[in-house]
């Protein structure tokens, strides 16, 4: 089965930069969307951003305009670009795919923005 691992993000200041990236264990070329969630302290998982193999994107609307999803299906890895962090953007950040109706999630990493 696919795994998914994602890196980066950490602190950062509110109304600074950062981004993750998830990196997959295998080809996701032949996927059609793959997006980011994130799940802040006693909250429940929301999705934030995702792409379709055509490059066609959708945001949560407290995202759009801040945060940016790309993917590079030679590299096996989806990004999500974060611009003009607020505190509320404080949240383990995953990634998820789709394959053979399978939801396969990773671990997540964490972005915590500081006031």
């Known amino acids: 089965q696919v795994q998914l691992a994602e890196f980066g993000g950490g602190l950062v200041q509110a109304g600074g930069s950062t981004f993750v990236s998830c990196s997959a264990s295998e080809s996701i070329a032949d996927l059609n969307a793959m997006g980011w969630y994130r799940q802040a302290p006693g909250k429940q998982r929301e999705l934030v951003a995702v792409?379709?193999?055509?490059?066609?994107?959708n945001y949560a609307d407290s995202v759009k305009g801040r945060f940016s999803i790309s993917r590079d299906n030679a590299k096996n890895t989806v990004y999500l670009r974060m611009n003009n962090l607020k505190p509320e953007d404080t949240a383990v950040y995953y990634c998820?795919?789709?394959?053979?109706?399978?939801?396969?999630w990773g671990k997540g990493t964490l972005v915590t923005v500081s006031s």
């Open positions: 998820n795919l789709i394959r053979g109706g399978v939801s396969v």
């Open positions: 792409i379709a193999n055509g490059r066609t994107t």
